[in-house]
């Protein structure tokens, strides 16, 4: 019965994000933070904050995409969820979303050295995780968990790397 529910709320939020208000800016904004939030994009930060001296966030936000790439990659394998735009590759399957494992991890590890920055950091992370649902490339639940799976990769990084 709870399973039916959770199915029935997945599938409508689904539908209400991703197939019913589409107006070209809106649309726009989640296609750049989609590119920009890509997995292999996550490299730039870490080489970035070294050429500017923050080494010790450096080593926190390579651990966190490396640690990411290994359990998003596995999960994604391990589950092999369709995508709700047709078929992939097992190791690009839907669950978890990457982008959004991604983003929030580096959300985490650069708020917690740069707390001012807190608020635009994680609005950003989320913003990711919905351009997945909008632009129909994952279903809510992906971006749930790979929400949650960010933030515990980058405290589990803060707390052992520091």
């Not at 980058?154 to 052992?160: A, F, K, N, Q, R």
Request: some cysteine; overall charge neutral.
């Amino acid at each position: 019965m709870l399973g039916q529910a959770l199915c029935g709320f997945e599938e409508n939020a689904y539908k209400a994000m991703s197939e019913t208000w589409h107006p070209i800016p809106v649309t726009c904004l989640m296609e750049g933070v989609s590119f920009v939030s890509k997995p292999e994009f996550n490299a730039v930060i870490p080489s970035l904050a070294y050429f500017l001296d923050r080494n010790e966030f450096a080593k926190q936000d390579l651990a966190g995409v490396f640690s990411n790439v290994v359990t998003v990659f596995s999960l994604k394998y391990l589950v092999n969820r369709q995508r709700p735009d047709g078929p992939c590759p097992r190791w690009n399957s839907s669950f978890p979303s990457g982008h959004t494992t991604f983003s929030f991890t580096q959300a985490f590890i650069a708020a917690h050295h740069y707390p001012r920055f807190k608020v635009p950091l994680f609005t950003y992370a989320a913003v990711a995780g919905l351009s997945r649902i909008y632009l129909k490339k994952h279903y809510p639940s992906d971006v749930i968990a790979g929400a949650l799976l960010g933030i515990l990769t980058g405290y589990l990084t803060v707390e052992l790397i520091d």
